[in-house]
């Protein structure tokens, strides 16, 4: 469920567009009005205000952005005015291809997304970038991390809540097996993690659980390590509660000295019109405190009001 927030009375595409160009004019940029509009319109009517200012004034609005806005405003800004459908491109585009490789951000976006979802973003990801997909994680990444993302990637997997008991059992004992050697057994749970349904891993899950002396998420901390290690974990975070996973990323990535903006910025961003709605009630459970609360302790300026706006109200 979404947290943005728009006005009540669909807006003129053209009033944005000349109030945006307007906010240009003078010495800086007025980004007041810039997060005022742009955090406030859905998908749909920020792609046509887009082209509205295309169409009047004769740039391209992204570039204008760009060299009117700067640090963490400038990206978060750039990244909303996305279509939603392209914009997991741009970002695994960004982070295997970029100057500095981002392993968790293509890890977060892949192997959190549904099958259906997945199957979007190839066919995103081969119009915007030219390449497919699966072959630049095969060039940039490596070891079993490679092998799981791309298993993932290229295998078919049921999305119902349907699963099989007796095959549910089957992977719990075989999952425990492959735990138990050392270092643990990468092909078991690579072929588990990419080949079954979120349905089914959560009852493999809970059925591991019960046999062993330790959770499957324990084991998995223990045995494993760096990109593999969290490829699992959200895998599995997601087959129980896509919702906790993201809160629990947002409170690492606001945890500590320093906020990792990056993170910040891409699960704000990329779930405000999803399930914004559902990661603000299970943060709030599981820290006792509201999601916007840590945002406006942990950032400042127009980019605190810029995310604060798509969280939307204060619960």
Same mark, same amino acid.
């Given at each position: 469920?979404?947290?943005?927030?728009?006005?009540?009375?669909?807006?003129?595409? #053209?009033?944005?567009?000349?109030?945006?160009?307007?906010?240009?004019?003078?010495?800086?940029?007025?980004?007041?009005?810039?997060?005022?509009?742009?955090? #406030?319109?859905?998908?749909?009517? $920020?792609? @046509?205000?887009?082209?509205?200012?295309?169409?009047?004034?004769?740039?391209?609005?992204?570039?204008?952005?760009?060299? &009117?806005?700067?640090?963490?405003?400038?990206?978060?800004?750039?990244?909303?005015? #996305?279509?939603?459908?392209?914009?997991?491109?741009?970002?695994?585009?960004?982070? @295997?291809?970029?100057?500095?490789?981002?392993?968790?951000?293509?890890?977060?976006?892949?192997?959190?997304?549904?099958?259906?979802?997945?199957?979007? @973003?190839?066919?995103?990801?081969?119009?915007?970038?030219?390449?497919?997909?699966?072959?630049?994680?095969?060039?940039? @990444?490596?070891?079993? #991390?490679?092998?799981?993302?791309?298993?993932?990637?290229?295998?078919?997997?049921?999305?119902?809540?349907?699963?099989?008991?007796?095959?549910?059992?089957?992977?719990?004992?075989?999952?425990?097996?492959?735990?138990?050697?050392?270092?643990?057994?990468?092909?078991?749970?690579?072929?588990?993690?990419?080949?079954?349904? $979120?349905?089914?891993?959560?009852?493999?899950?809970?059925?591991?659980?019960?046999?062993?002396?330790?959770?499957?998420?324990?084991?998995?901390?223990?045995?494993?390590?760096?990109?593999? &290690?969290?490829?699992?974990?959200?895998?599995?975070?997601?087959?129980?509660?896509?919702?906790?996973?993201?809160?629990?990323?947002?409170?690492?990535?606001?945890?500590?000295?320093?906020?990792?903006?990056?993170?910040?910025?891409?699960?704000?961003?990329?779930?405000?019109?999803?399930?914004?709605?559902?990661?603000?009630?299970?943060?709030?459970?599981?820290?006792?405190?509201?999601?916007?609360?840590?945002?406006?302790?942990?950032?400042?300026?127009?980019?605190?009001?810029?995310?604060?706006?798509?969280?939307?109200?204060?619960?």
């Amino acid at each position: 469920m979404s947290t943005v927030t728009v006005p009540p009375v669909t807006p003129s595409h #053209h009033d944005d567009a000349m109030q945006i160009f307007r906010a240009f004019k003078g010495i800086g940029c007025d980004a007041g009005t810039i997060v005022d509009i742009l955090a #406030h319109r859905d998908a749909t009517q $920020r792609s @046509l205000l887009v082209q509205e200012y295309e169409s009047t004034y004769g740039h391209e609005l992204r570039k204008r952005l760009s060299s &009117e806005l700067n640090g963490h405003l400038k990206k978060a800004v750039l990244l909303w005015l #996305h279509e939603p459908g392209e914009r997991d491109a741009f970002i695994l585009k960004k982070a @295997l291809k970029g100057t500095v490789k981002d392993q968790r951000a293509v890890t977060e976006i892949i192997c959190s997304r549904t099958p259906s979802q997945i199957g979007q @973003l190839k066919r995103s990801y081969f119009t915007n970038v030219g390449r497919n997909l699966e072959d630049d994680i095969e060039e940039e @990444l490596s070891g079993d #991390h490679k092998k799981l993302l791309l298993a993932f990637l290229m295998t078919s997997r049921y999305e119902g809540p349907e699963f099989d008991e007796v095959v549910v059992e089957q992977d719990a004992k075989a999952l425990q097996k492959a735990s138990k050697k050392f270092g643990l057994s990468a092909k078991t749970f690579i072929q588990v993690f990419s080949e079954r349904s $979120r349905a089914h891993l959560c009852a493999v899950s809970d059925t591991y659980n019960s046999m062993s002396k330790k959770t499957l998420e324990k084991a998995i901390r223990d045995e494993t390590h760096r990109h593999f &290690e969290y490829a699992l974990k959200t895998i599995i975070r997601c087959a129980e509660s896509p919702p906790r996973f993201y809160a629990k990323a947002l409170r690492k990535a606001m945890k500590g000295l320093g906020t990792d903006d990056t993170s910040l910025t891409r699960i704000v961003v990329t779930r405000a019109e999803i399930d914004m709605y559902y990661i603000k009630a299970e943060y709030r459970k599981k820290y006792g405190k509201t999601l916007n609360d840590a945002v406006h302790s942990d950032t400042s300026g127009h980019y605190r009001a810029f995310l604060l706006a798509l969280l939307g109200p204060n619960n």
